[in-house]
């Protein structure tokens, strides 16, 4: 399976009560947008992460199940980072060179 496919199936949709903390590992913590119960979206790769210092207090993160955009939906402007195929290009190492 593609690291992309594996990207793709992850989701959230959260508005932010606590900044993510400055970590490898990416976890926001706030509460659902619709039910508002509390929440927490977290997750082992690092794309999300690239984005921790975007997010403030009080917005929306929302990351949809199949697609491969990462937003950030602050009060007048959203700021969508989509997934870099290019970080996909697999290399390989010879011996000796």
């Known amino acids: 399976m593609k690291y992309s496919q594996i990207l793709s199936k992850e989701e959230c949709n959260i508005i932010v009560d606590l900044e993510p903390a400055n970590s490898v590992w990416f976890e926001i913590k706030g509460h659902d947008p619709i039910t508002q119960e509390p929440k927490v979206c977290k997750t082992h790769n690092r ?3 690239l984005y921790a210092d975007e997010i403030e207090l009080g917005d ?23 997934w870099e195929k290019c ?10 060179s």
């Open 47 to 49: 794309w999300w992460n």
């Open 60 to 82: 929306t993160v929302v990351k949809k199940r199949g697609e491969l955009t990462f937003n950030i939906h602050k009060k007048d402007t959203v700021i969508t980072h989509e």
């Open 87 to 96: 970080n996909e290009i697999n290399a390989t190492l010879k011996k000796g």
